[in-house]
């Protein structure tokens, strides 16, 4: 079974960038799709980014598009989000989620599997 470990979360101010990784283990992430969602308190969880098996194609929700950016190693069996131009409404728990084989993680019922998530703070 596939364990999902992200990492990189923290506090920073409104405007500024934090990179957010999730490392793979037990099982490859090769051929499966993946993608990053975030719950806020008191809010459901939401879809933030996926990004296809192959790293070819990436979708975004439209509350980040522009801002962040999806992307994978395969060879390093991990998954990253490049978060620029935080804004203090980016503030929640974000989980690194992997779906199915050649799948698409585009919402919650696609997942397969979950990491335990990593706080992300923004400060106005």
């Not at 395969?74 to 804004?87: E, P």
């Amino acid at each position: 079974q596939v364990q999902l470990v992200e990492s990189g979360g923290g506090l920073v101010q409104a405007g500024g960038s934090l990179r957010l990784s999730c490392a793979a283990s037990g099982r490859t992430l090769t051929n499966y799709g993946m993608g990053w969602f975030r719950q806020a308190p008191g809010k459901e969880r939401e879809f933030v980014a996926g990004i296809s098996w192959s790293g070819g194609n990436t979708y975004y929700a439209d509350s980040v598009k522009g801002r962040f950016t999806i992307s994978r190693d395969n060879a390093k069996n991990s998954v990253y989000l490049q978060m620029n131009s935080l804004k203090p409404e980016d503030t929640a728990v974000y989980y690194c989620a992997r779906g199915q084989v050649y799948g698409l993680v585009l919402a919650d019922t696609a997942v397969r599997s979950w990491g335990q998530g990593t706080q992300v703070t923004v400060s106005s």
